[in-house]
């Protein structure tokens, strides 16, 4: 367990937030919903656009605020959070979709950037939480 310990503490020291692709992805998940709010505004649905805004940066910026605790419950805390904000968005863009604010057609990248930064971080989550078992 020592030698985990260790490791561990060596890989957060070499690296930093924005080398793990769960947060690539989170960066990139966001910056397309901040695109979309800027292109696709509608008025009338203006609580969807901010809280697709609201769960999208809070991916991101939980994954990022995790990491500056190393290798601690507090590291996989934030991952849970950050998870659940990600299924939020993702539930987000499919309403957008099925309401017929946005055409589907036009969120399948985001749909699918969303899906893969679920995994990358479920990933994450499942692989912290079986090294503390």
């Known amino acids: 367990m020592r030698t985990f310990v260790v490791a561990m503490r060596r890989w957060f020291e070499m690296r930093d937030h924005t080398s793990l692709k769960a947060w690539q992805e989170a ?7 901040i695109e979309l ?4 505004w509608k008025p009338y ?14 991916v ?6 995790g990491y500056t605790f190393g290798d601690s419950p507090t590291f996989t805390r934030h991952l849970g959070v950050a998870y659940g904000s990600a299924v939020e968005t993702g539930e987000l863009v499919r309403l957008l979709g099925d309401a017929g604010i946005i055409a589907p ?13 679920q995994r990358l971080i479920l990933g994450l989550l499942k692989r912290r939480r079986a090294l503390r078992s």
């Not at 960066?27 to 919903?33: P, W």
């Not at 709010?37 to 696709?40: D, K, L, S």
């Not at 057609?105 to 930064?117: D, F, K, Q, V």
């Open 27 to 33: 960066h990139a998940v966001a910056l397309s919903v």
């Open 105 to 117: 057609s036009a969120l399948t990248e985001l749909r699918e950037r969303n899906a893969r930064c």
């Open 45 to 58: 649905a203006s609580a969807l656009f901010f809280q697709l805004q609201r769960a999208s940066l809070s």
């Open 37 to 40: 709010a800027r292109t696709a």
């Open 60 to 65: 991101q910026l939980n994954i990022s605020e």
